[in-house]
């Protein structure tokens, strides 16, 4: 019997986003079908080829400003759990749009960093970033050119506040993963950590079984847009027929 009134936290990524119009990685038209991680999302790439890692992100950010990308109702609907759920919501997202926060989803973590923000290597400052960035660039907070580098965690580097993460995860009633195919830790031992430290009831809502469905729970199965709000609906005791 689930706690009405559960901490609940909730991992994205890239398939809630996909009804938006925002590619995934590991689909078949995925990103990664179309680049090589090494050669624009590690801090190696960084160094040997800026303009190309660069042009990626600049690629990915000016997709963002289509006015036909907007959150979908799977984003609202988790705006809405945090909004009207009892308990704490947690929303852990993988994703480095910004559809989340648009959709009005306030206690929010973006744990592979965000593609509207830069981080300085000379000062260390994370500042706004709205459109292209380039190796002439200069840092808003301390002015320094050339040392701005998309705030985006590469593979090999740390994600962004982990303790909070573990911290939500041990305590949670409930943890829902939604649009991950699980291939990229830490985000995909999440499931595991909260079941044996938290004994968490936990869930996975996915297009299809992901290559980790076996850990959870239970899975619900289909495009985010309709699983993620009839989700919510049920968890928040709404009547589907009204
Ligand atoms: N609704 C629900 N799920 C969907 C939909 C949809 N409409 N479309 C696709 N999916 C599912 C796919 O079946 C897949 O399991 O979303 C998942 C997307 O998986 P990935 O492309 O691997 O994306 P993600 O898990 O977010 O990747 C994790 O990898 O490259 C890195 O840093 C990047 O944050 C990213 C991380």
């Known amino acids: 019997m689930r706690d009405e009134a559960a901490p609940i936290v909730i991992l994205t990524g890239a398939g809630i986003s996909r009804e938006s119009g925002l ?37 990915r950010r000016k997709i963002l400003h289509d006015p036909a990308v907007i959150p979908n109702a799977a984003h609202h609907a988790l705006a ?14 993988q994703n480095i749009d910004d559809l989340h926060g648009r959709a009005g989803s306030q206690n929010l973590i973006h744990m592979h960093g965000e593609l509207f923000k830069v981080q300085c290597l000379h000062c260390n400052a994370i500042s706004p970033w709205q459109d292209d960035l380039g190796s002439e660039d200069k840092c ?13 965690v590469w593979f090999g580097e740390m994600p962004l506040e982990m303790e909070r993460i573990y ?16 291939n990229v830790y830490p985000a995909a031992g999440f499931v595991e950590f ?10 996975e809502i996915n297009l299809e079984p992901s290559d980790g469905a076996s850990l959870f729970d239970n899975g619900i199965y289909g495009p985010a847009t309709q699983t993620v709000p009839a989700f919510v609906d049920q968890l928040l005791g709404r009547d589907e027929n009204k």
């Open 167 to 182: 911290r939500a995860l041990e305590k949670c009633g409930l943890f829902i993963s939604i649009g991950t195919s699980g």
């Open 23 to 59: 590619h995934t990685f590991r689909d078949p038209d995925g990103i990664w079908a179309k680049y090589d991680i090494s050669e624009v999302a590690t801090p190696e790439a960084f160094e040997n080829n800026p303009a190309l890692v660069h042009s990626f992100y600049n690629d």
């Open 140 to 152: 808003a907070q301390c002015g320094h050119k050339g040392s701005l580098r998309p705030h985006i």
């Open 80 to 93: 809405d759990l945090e909004q009207n759920w009892p308990g704490d919501v947690l929303l852990v997202t």
């Open 194 to 203: 909260a079941h044996h430290q938290a004994e968490a009831e936990t869930i």
